[in-house]
């Protein structure tokens, strides 16, 4: 099979960056979501990023406009029964993950790969939700996108072969590194990331030190390219909340127990970087 028409689902910061990288590459790609002024505000992030690029002269004012015209955007998720792969890259939230696996599944051809970006939830859970589990995988790109390498594959119990080889291919297309992940709670890299940034919160939270203090301590200390407070407002607080739920419903162990100064602050709608108000103010 030959992936030529991408599929993106969720037109932020994930979404969007992933469509970008798709329509590098040279695919024509679809971004979806649920309202126009989300896809609108997802396609103005990509022209300003391939803006930066060719200020920095990465690329040429042509070659910017012919990436801009291979994507599409949509709100009707019957656009994407034209797609030979999409990808999910909507909120971090079960249900809302498996109405979209269940609608795809019943407009897409049977021969569509299903994948999704989800950073924790369990790839087999998601596939079950379809009649077509052979063709669900994991397909994990890390923030930003466009910038970073690693793509984490991660095929759920009834993942073929094919789709596996396949998705890890498209991974190298789009010039990315892929990395083979088994299928529990937060896989690789958000089972070691998470834990980390949870009890860097813990420490805030005891008055172990300040935040700027926690994060310098990480960044000159560890090496680290920015503080996992820092890191967490990049991330968003909702999707790290939702992804130590996720870890500790599927391990249930205290060491996975969100910090209760985390859910204090997503329930106060302080998000981080996409509130303009985290741990830190933006």
């Known amino acids: 099979m030959e992936i030529k028409t991408f599929g993106v689902i969720g037109a932020g910061q994930m979404g969007n960056g992933i469509a970008q990288v798709a329509a590098t590459a040279g695919y ?19 022209e300003k990023n391939l803006s930066r690029s060719v200020e920095k002269e990465k690329i040429s004012r042509e070659e910017k406009n012919v990436i801009l015209e291979r994507i599409k955007t949509s709100i009707n998720l019957k656009d994407l029964a034209e797609a030979d792969l999409i990808v999910e890259a909507a909120t971090e939230n079960e249900p809302v993950k498996f109405e979209i696996f269940r609608t795809l599944d019943s407009l897409c051809p ?43 594959v991660i095929r759920g119990l009834e993942t073929s072969d ?12 789009l010039g990315k590194t892929p990395a083979q992940a088994e299928d529990y709670p937060g896989f690789i890299a958000n089972r070691i990331l998470l834990p980390m940034i949870n009890e860097a919160i813990y420490c805030l939270y005891h008055g172990v030190g300040k935040k700027e203090d926690i994060d310098t301590v990480m960044k000159l200390g560890m090496n680290h390219p920015m503080g996992p407070l820092a890191l967490a407002d990049l991330i968003g607080l909702d999707t790290c909340l939702a992804i130590m739920e996720t870890l500790y419903d599927g391990f249930k162990d205290s060491k ?19 509130t303009g108000k985290g741990f830190y103010d933006y």
């Not at 024509?28 to 990509?46: R, S, Y």
């Not at 094919?162 to 297309?173: G, I, N, P, Q, S």
């Open 28 to 46: 024509q790609v679809i971004m979806n979501d649920i309202k126009t002024d989300f896809v609108e505000k997802g396609f103005n992030a990509i």
């Open 110 to 152: 049977p021969e569509s790969i299903l994948a999704t970006n989800t950073s924790s939830i369990p790839i087999g859970r998601i596939g079950a939700k379809t009649k077509r589990p052979d063709k669900v995988i994991g397909m994990h790109f890390m923030n930003p996108v466009p910038v970073m390498k690693l793509v984490e």
């Open 256 to 274: 996975y127990r969100p910090c209760p100064l985390l859910r204090k602050y997503v329930e106060a709608g302080r998000l981080g970087r996409k």
């Open 162 to 173: 094919e789709t596996f080889k396949l998705t890890w291919d498209l991974a190298v297309k």
